[in-house]
């Protein structure tokens, strides 16, 4: 694949697209603290994609992937966070990539996984500054241009406007009959980090369905456990709780599908038909 087939690929807008809100976040914070985590991650995750291509005897070697990980990670993490952990948070989202696999493909998204469990082992610190949440309101412009540039270039309009759709309306009605307190979840920097969420890591092509249904019950599915979660016990964990769950709620529905399709035919038939 040339540089200009990739460019013009998924993998290529998205690795492009969150680049460009690196460099504009590092440049209006005035903090290259960002930009050095963004070196970290991107390195480690590249190096441990490699290590572990090596070791599988990958024919295909492009790290590309692992750039997005990396750099998803990078955008989220608190700038205050410590290049060890931040090195480490992308080698375990790319170890999981390898070893938590169905049919060749990850089963959840790495930079998910790899986030959560950087708060469970290491509790760090995520302040999602790429999604431009300590910055002006108006630069939420930058994550919807460039969000709507990904959704159209994956295909996945239904499964983000699920997600949207029903997080929002979750939120709303938590706050209006007062169920918890959903106020901050609809401020900045927390609705930015649902919009980056929503766009850059919900899209991911390999641990999402593709089929229209499929993405719409899968965007719900996010929406309402990421909600539940957020309600229920707050913190920083409910966005990636969410997309986890329905990572192997898609997993395991592609294996129920599966044995019904390889069943053998005379077991489908009625029973009164069977010899």
Known sequence: MTIKQWSKSPK??????????LLIAS?????????IHGIV?????????ILCGLMRQRKRMLPDGAFITGLLIALVLSTATSWPVVAA????AIVSKHLLVYRKKPIFNPAAFGLLLSILIFGSGQSWWGAFGDLATWMIAFLLIGGYVITDRVNKFPQVFSFFGTFFVLLFLIGR?????????????????AL?????????LPTTPAKMKDQIVFGILVAFVGAAVYDLFGG???????LLLANLYHV???????????RPVSNMQPVSKRG
């Not at 290529?12 to 809100?21: E, K, N, S």
């Not at 009959?177 to 980090?193: C, E, M, V």
């Open 252 to 262: 395991l529905k592609s294996r129920l599908s599966a044995k019904v399709t390889n």
């Open 89 to 92: 948070t992308s080698a375990i």
């Open 177 to 193: 009959f007062h169920l918890g307190d959903a106020s901050d979840a609809l401020r900045p920097p927390f609705i930015n980090a």
């Open 41 to 49: 991650a991107v390195g480690a995750a590249v190096a441990v994609d």
């Open 27 to 35: 440049i209006a914070e005035h903090d290259m603290a960002g930009m």
């Open 196 to 204: 980056f969420f929503g766009f850059f890591m919900l899209t991911d």
């Open 12 to 21: 290529g807008y998205v690795a492009m697209v969150i680049t460009a809100y």
């Open 236 to 242: 920083l964990m409910y966005l990636f709780i969410g």
